[in-house]
């Protein structure tokens, strides 16, 4: 697998919640290299950037308000695939469905609520890491 970076993003609710350390510790003990980490606020435009991709649906202007509601810890996380595995170690979308031992399983309670935010692809992190940190 190929040395990559990712962006990763404790939500609100998970920051809220105390899981802060608990995802780090699962990162760290995934073989991953936290290589930035900021705690603060999404500012409005880089929640819209983010999340351009999801423009227009149903869900799209409560995510943003619920992003933007209270303060995240924004990471960039390198490692051997690091895109695929922040993802594994993340869960399905809907915490739902979400298998037990994934971040969403265990912490997460509902879809607009699910703890953690990570790229798709090493393109998308890339775009995602310009929009947070610059
Ligand atoms: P992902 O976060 O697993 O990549 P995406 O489909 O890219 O999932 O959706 C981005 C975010 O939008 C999700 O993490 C979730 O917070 C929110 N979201 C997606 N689908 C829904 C929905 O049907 N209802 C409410 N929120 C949703
Ligand atoms: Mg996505």
Sequence with gaps: MAQEKTYTMIKPDGVRN???????NR????????????????TMDQAKANYKEHEGKPFYDG?????????V?????S?????AKVRTLMGATNPADAAPGTIRGDFGLIMDENVIHGSDSPESA???IAIFFG
Excluded at 63 to 71: D, F, K, M, V
Excluded at 73 to 77: H, I, L, N, S
């Design 18 to 24: 105390r899981h802060i350390g608990e995802i780090v």
């Design 126 to 128: 890339e775009r995602e």
């Design 63 to 71: 995510l943003i308000e619920y992003i933007t509601s209270g303060p």
């Design 73 to 77: 810890v924004k990471m960039v996380v």
């Design 79 to 83: 490692g051997d695939g690091a895109v």
């Design 27 to 42: 990162f760290e003990r995934a073989g991953l290299d936290v290589e930035r980490m900021e705690l603060g606020m999404v």
